[in-house]
T-cell receptor
Framework: GAGVSQSPSNKVTEKGKDVELRCDPI?????LYWYRQSLGQGLEFLIY????????KSGLPSDRFSAERTGGSVSTLTIQRTQQEDSAVYLC??????????????FGEGSWLTVV | QKEVEQDPGPLSVPEGAIVSLNCTYS??????FMWYRQYSRKGPELLMY????GNKEDGRFTAQVDKSSKYISLFIRDSQPSDSATYLC??????????FGKGTRLSVIA
């Protein structure tokens, strides 16, 4: 696709339910990132996939959070037993190569999650 | 101390003003410094990228990096209402994911 595509764009869920957020990166991009953006908190790194390497999960806030990337392309971020503090915008990004080396990271529009 | 510190604002300026946005950081290993612009309910988009110390100019935008002071700046000349957005600094090294500041909300008033 032309850009990073995320779905759903908006999700309202009840506390305790599980949610899945999907990210379709730019075709050919080997690196994929999930960030979380809460009001006044900036972008918080969650997890990073680079090619076939083991993902960097160091930013996941708890074991309720997990992510997969199938076939080196589409990624799903799963939040189990959602809590109100999980309410945030979940941003996916991709880059041709590893982002920290200066390659441009392209962000999707985000999935806006509200836990009620 | 957080790795990257950025004043969240909000910052409100009249049209035509020069805007100065800044970030400080603590990790001396950072080599790549970027500024992202984020409009309301949109994803961030890359605005400026600088490697190591120095200045970079692109139109009305100038990015400065002072590694000795661990301080980066973004200047916007002749600011326009369309510049109203949140500006996030980001930095990284090697292949590690970028670390972002909290973002500064800027409003340019016509």
């Amino acid at each position: 696709g032309a850009g990073v595509s995320q779905s759903p764009s908006n999700k309202v869920t009840e506390k305790g339910k599980d949610v899945e957020l999907r990210c379709d990166p730019i075709s050919g991009h080997t690196a994929l990132y999930w960030y979380r953006q809460s009001l006044g908190q900036g972008l918080e790194f969650l997890i990073y996939f680079q090619g076939n390497s083991a993902p960097d999960k160091s930013g996941l806030p708890s074991d309720r959070f997990s992510a997969e990337r199938t076939g080196g392309s589409v990624s799903t971020l799963t939040i189990q037993r959602t809590q109100q503090e999980d309410s945030a915008v979940y941003l996916c990004a991709s880059s041709l190569l590893a982002g920290g080396s200066g390659n441009t990271i392209y962000f999707g529009e985000g999935s806006w999650l509200t836990v009620v | 101390q957080k790795e990257v510190e950025q004043d969240p604002g909000p910052l409100s300026v009249p049209e035509g003003a020069i805007v100065s946005l800044n970030c400080t950081y603590s990790n001396s290993a950072f080599q790549y410094f970027m500024w992202y612009r984020q409009y309301s309910r949109k994803g961030p988009e890359l605005l400026m990228y600088t490697y190591s110390s120095g200045n970079k100019e692109d139109g009305r935008f100038t990015a400065q990096v002072d590694k000795s002071s661990k301080y980066i700046s973004l200047f916007i000349r002749d600011s326009q209402p369309s510049d109203s957005a949140t500006y996030l600094c980001a930095m990284g090294s090697g292949n590690t994911p970028l670390v972002f500041g909290k973002g500064t909300r800027l409003s340019v008033i016509a």
